[in-house]
């Protein structure tokens, strides 16, 4: 079985778990802080060994924002990106308004698309923009 934690992930474990799948991850530092800030942190352990995390950022009144959904290669395809959603989402029907609609968002390559669609979460033609500021 499988245990679920909330707003107990470490930084350690984030940058462990995020390097499992895109290669090498961001420093401790910016990751503490990115931690600290962040509204609902969800972690999902088999034993010791952390097999997927996902985190919430927002304002809780209007907008949600799901950042860094990532099941461990070798535990993907057992339900575990789904238990991950599904918990973010109760975060938002326990924090937000209640009779209000908030939106929930998230950005995906293509190929994970359908992952989202499955929760009801669509796409529109809005473009993302993005670049790598350097912080001075
Ligand atoms: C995307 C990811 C989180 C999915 O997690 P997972 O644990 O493998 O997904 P689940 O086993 O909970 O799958 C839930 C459902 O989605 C489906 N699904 C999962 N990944 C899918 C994909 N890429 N395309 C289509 N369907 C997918 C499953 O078949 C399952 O469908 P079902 O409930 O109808 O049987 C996982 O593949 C992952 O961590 N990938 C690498 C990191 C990443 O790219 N994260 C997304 C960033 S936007």
Known sequence: MFTIKHNELRAEEFISLWETVWGSGPSLEQTRLAMDHTLFRVSVFDGDKIIGMARMIGDMGLDYYIKDVIVRPEYQGKGVG???INELLV???????SGTGVFVELCA???KIPFYQKFGFDS???QR???MYTVR
């Open 91 to 97: 975060f938002v029907n326990d924090n937000g308004i």
């Open 82 to 84: 789904r238990l991950l």
């Open 124 to 126: 529109n033609e809005a």
């Open 109 to 111: 390559m293509p190929d």
């Open 129 to 131: 923009l993005k670049m």
